[in-house]
């Protein structure tokens, strides 16, 4: 997305493109929504945003729909079942390693960062013992207002880093 | 009816999320426990967002089809969407306090506490498989964490991966 609004077309200056990509990493909900929300936005006001969001929503959704529509019609075959023994784990480890690489990104500096672990572990017993998340999430964030911020963001966002959902590199097709 | 109360749960997963990834916890809770999708689905859905082009958190919007057909996931895809729009309408506030204490510490609370949730629910989808994890599942897990971590591999061939050992395994040797 970087390459080709900054570096080919040059719609965007590489600062406007990490103070939006900033922005859209403190936002609710999917990051390349919002990010696609304030580029478009940026570029064209309301027709921006409604561009951009078809943009990127409109193939990709479709084609979740229709590959999950093929799944559900070949998921009872022995062989898938099989396999998914395989796509589970791996699903799993995947969806392990993003939330590492999310508190990697959160965690500050120096001493800072043992509080921050400290936060992820408490956060982590209390989900298991309270068996819901909302006090958690609310109780973590409350948390961090308080006591966890630094008058300047521990990390630069990492430019090349934002093709993808969350502060992951992701290689679309 | 039901397409509505399904449209609120994913509203508000995603509200309070950071990331598409972070709905999990919660979106787990309210559809597993009302029985409208499994633990298994929840796996699959995973898995089906991570291979298809666009945000991976567009599983949401597989686990809304699995839920309720169609309609469920243009329900998902709508509620899914909204959150990430927030952020416009308080860019003009965020921007010049982004780099604010409080702004930083909530931010930093909501990333850490929300992705140690994602960690438990990676723990009880794992304990949640009626069948049991055998020694090469667990393998296929680390060596997706750690290819996952690296973040150089597509999703397509880390899922490959625990499918093919899925398959040679399942062979009659």
């Known amino acids: 997305m970087r390459r080709y609004l900054v570096t080919r077309h040059g719609w965007l200056t590489p600062e406007e493109f990490v103070q939006d990509w900033t922005l859209a990493k403190t936002s609710p909900g999917i990051t390349l929504v919002a990010l696609a929300a304030l580029i478009g ?7 921006g945003v409604v561009a951009a969001l078809a943009g990127l929503l409109g193939p990709s959704a479709a084609i979740v729909i229709v590959v999950t529509i093929g799944f559900a019609s070949v998921r009872d075959m022995e062989v898938v079942a099989i396999l998914l023994d395989g796509v589970g784990p791996a699903t799993l480890g995947m969806t392990i390693a993003l939330a590492v690489i999310f508190i990697r990104s959160a ?15 408490v956060a982590f017993a209390a989900g298991v013992a309270l068996g ?20 300047r963001p521990s990390r630069v966002a990492n430019v090349e880093d934002a093709d993808g959902d969350g502060p992951v590199p992701r290689v679309d097709p | 009816v039901e397409i509505l109360w399904l449209f609120l749960v994913c ?4 509200l309070l999320s ?8 919660l979106l787990r809770q309210d559809l597993v426990s009302s029985g409208l999708t499994t633990d298994a689905q929840i796996i699959d859905a995973l898995a089906i967002g991570r291979v298809t082009p666009g945000p991976g958190g567009l599983y949401i919007v597989v686990l809304g089809y699995f839920a309720m057909g169609l309609g469920g996931a243009v329900a998902a895809l709508v509620a899914t969407v909204i959150p990430p729009l927030l952020v416009l309408p308080l ?14 510490g909530a931010i930093r609370g909501a990333a850490l506490s929300t992705s140690a949730l994602v960690l438990v629910t990676t723990v009880d ?8 994890w055998e020694v090469w599942q667990w393998l296929v897990l680390t060596l997706a964490v750690g290819i996952a971590i690296q973040g150089r591999a597509h ?11 899925a398959l040679v395994l399942s062979l009659p040797w």
């Open chain 1, 41 to 47: 936005s940026r570029l064209d006001g309301r027709r």
């Open chain 1, 107 to 121: 965690i500050r500096q120096g001493s800072a960062r043992l509080v921050d672990l400290l936060v992820v572990a």
């Open chain 1, 132 to 151: 819901s998340p909302i006090p958690v999430i609310l109780g973590g964030t409350v948390l961090g207002w308080a006591f966890l911020g630094e008058s």
């Open chain 2, 11 to 14: 509203l508000r997963a995603s």
């Open chain 2, 18 to 25: 950071l990331g598409g990834q972070s709905a999990l916890p």
């Open chain 2, 91 to 104: 860019a003009a506030y965020l921007r010049p306090r982004l780099s604010s204490r409080r702004v930083d």
């Open chain 2, 125 to 132: 989808l794992i304990a949640a498989d009626p069948d049991g």
């Open chain 2, 155 to 165: 999703p397509i061939v880390i899922i490959g991966i625990g499918a093919a050992m």
